[in-house]
């Protein structure tokens, strides 16, 4: 006997028809079931390494899909340990990295039966990260929303994003993955419980600009219904000098004839050579997708001006200090900011920023530290939102949305006062999970938006579409959510026309000289 979720008694309940083969899961909370491991694409090992993915082979029998996925190769996660959060006890065991990554993870709840789904792209800088990172198994949102949530690993790194010289469509592996686990959610959520034509994609940080690239791609059309954006924005992609440069780069490390024989190179070699390009946090954006020709056609802000995702509701969030992190972390980043803008800009357009800046801080005025800080914060996630809320409005409702709940009680020896403001990453949590006063207000309107098209939550002002006349953005923060229009425009105006091809904040040759520490 074959069954649906909550069709049938027993483990007959837990098995799943899909494309490839029958799954097995398990019953992972109360109402809640969860199927995970299951292969989405063939492992991109071999012939397949830098190479758009494949269907995976079909097998016979029934799957045992209790187990998660290995996560793609990856550097250690190079963070303090900001919070001393315990493992829970349930979690999940993660298995060590491997190449062979292309596995999926679904959760829905046991009664469901053409429910909206939500596809979960993970951050981490395209470098580090696993499908469950923050969001788990997304058994919260499944229990409070009636979601069925899927989550999962694509390609991340050199072996995501490297661009080969002679070959076609190169340098987006890592989105191609995307794409196509997006596709089996299209082909095979019905199994689930899920609705196919009610797919919302959400991601923070690089899976937030996965998002505007998902959205932007002729390869998607007709498969995303809604999209929720965190810490994102747009054209973060790699143009070809860009390309050229860190190609070049990484196979000096890696050694002579490494072009040649780049798919027969152990894993662990790519991954030591990429180390050495660049790592950690200062290395954050070193790899990002490139314009293939398939996957991504142009710039995907232009694409998406011009109607790309013409009918997809869009939900875009940042937080209010984005890169504090940054700040914390390396020490060096507020540094960065003079040069950077005069390489975009030059010398005038960087004097003229920094004034405004100056005049209009998050913190302390005459802190230069802080104004440059909030230049970074702008630069990579603030005016790419925008931006990316602005072409979007011309063809679908949107929402703005601006996290400024401060990080308390951490530790002092970390973070001197143990408080920091909401900083890149901070409003994962409450998205997934909720919490008291603030934070769950937000955890409803991001469900209610999931399953109706529109955030909203008892309690909540009136939160006005996002429209470029106004700018409404939807303030969460310590004293209540609040309706504020265009927050900081006289920041934002100071980016008004100008166009800069998106980096790593710090050079090249900096990372290379080990800067990175």
């Not at 016979?60 to 290995?70: C, D, F, K, Q």
């Not at 143009?239 to 190609?247: G, H, N, W």
């Not at 972390?329 to 040069?339: G, S, W």
Request: proline residues 8%; hydrophobic residues 40%; contains cysteine.
């Amino acid at each position: 006997m074959t069954g649906r979720p909550g069709s049938g008694a027993g483990t007959a309940a837990y098995v799943v028809d899909t494309a490839g083969g029958k799954v097995r899961g398990a019953e992972t909370g109360d109402g809640v079931l969860g199927w995970r491991g299951i292969p989405y694409a063939a492992p991109p090992v071999g012939s397949l390494r830098l190479r758009p993915p494949r269907r995976p082979e079909a097998w016979s029998g029934v799957r045992e899909a209790t187990a998660l996925g290995a996560p793609a190769p990856q550097p250690p996660m190079l963070l303090p340990a900001v919070t001393e959060v315990p493992p829970s006890s349930d979690a999940p065991t993660l298995p060590e990295p491997s190449e062979d990554c292309l596995y999926l993870n679904v959760t829905a709840p046991a009664d469901a039966e053409a429910r909206p789904v939500l596809l979960w792209i993970h951050g981490g800088g395209y470098q580090v990260g696993t499908g469950t990172d923050i969001a788990g198994d997304g058994a919260a949102l499944a229990r409070a929303h009636g979601v069925v949530v899927v989550t999962f690993n694509y390609r991340l790194g050199a072996l995501g994003f490297l661009a080969l010289d002679g070959e076609e469509h190169t340098g987006a592996f890592g989105l191609h993955d995307q794409i196509a686990a997006l596709r089996w959610v299209r082909e095979n959520i019905a199994g689930f419980g899920g609705d196919p034509d009610r797919i919302t994609l959400y991601g923070l940080s690089a899976g937030a600009k996965s998002v505007a690239n998902l959205l932007a791609s002729p390869l998607t059309r007709g498969m995303i219904h809604r999209a929720v954006s965190s810490s994102g924005g747009a054209d973060h992609v790699a143009d070809r000098a860009q390309d050229t440069d860190l190609t070049r780069r990484f196979l000096r490390v890696l050694g002579a004839g490494a072009a040649d024989g780049i798919r027969e190179v152990p894993a662990e070699e790519i991954l030591g050579a990429q180390n050495a390009v660049g790592e950690g946090v200062r290395a954050a954006w070193l790899w990002r997708p490139s314009i293939d020709g398939l996957a991504l056609t142009r710039k995907p802000l232009d694409a998406l001006a011009a109607g790309a995702a013409a009918g997809v509701a869009l939900l875009a969030q940042t937080c209010v200090n984005e890169c504090a992190l940054y700040q914390l972390l390396a020490p060096d980043a507020a540094e960065q900011a003079d040069r950077v803008l005069e390489e975009y800009f030059g010398a005038a357009a960087r004097d003229h920023i920094l004034a405004v800046y100056a005049e209009h801080p998050s913190g302390p005025a005459r802190d230069p530290v802080g104004s440059r800080v909030d230049v970074m914060t702008d630069e990579r996630y603030g005016i790419p939102t925008t931006r990316l809320a602005d072409a979007q409005s011309a063809h679908a409702p949107v929402w703005r949305s601006r996290y400024d709940m401060p990080q308390t009680g951490l530790p002092p020896s970390v973070v001197p006062g143990g408080v920091l403001p909401a900083i890149h990453g901070t409003d994962g949590d409450a998205m997934w999970l909720g919490g008291p006063g603030v934070d769950g207000l937000l955890h409803e309107a991001f469900g209610v938006f999931v399953t109706d098209g529109v955030p909203a939550a008892e309690g909540l002002p009136d939160w006005p579409a996002y429209t470029t006349g106004r700018r409404a953005t939807m303030v969460f923060g310590p004293a209540g959510p609040r309706s504020v229009d265009d927050p900081r425009g006289t920041r934002r105006a100071a980016w008004h026309g100008r166009e800069w091809q998106s980096g790593t904040w710090w050079s090249l040759d900096d990372l290379a000289t080990g800067l990175y520490g």
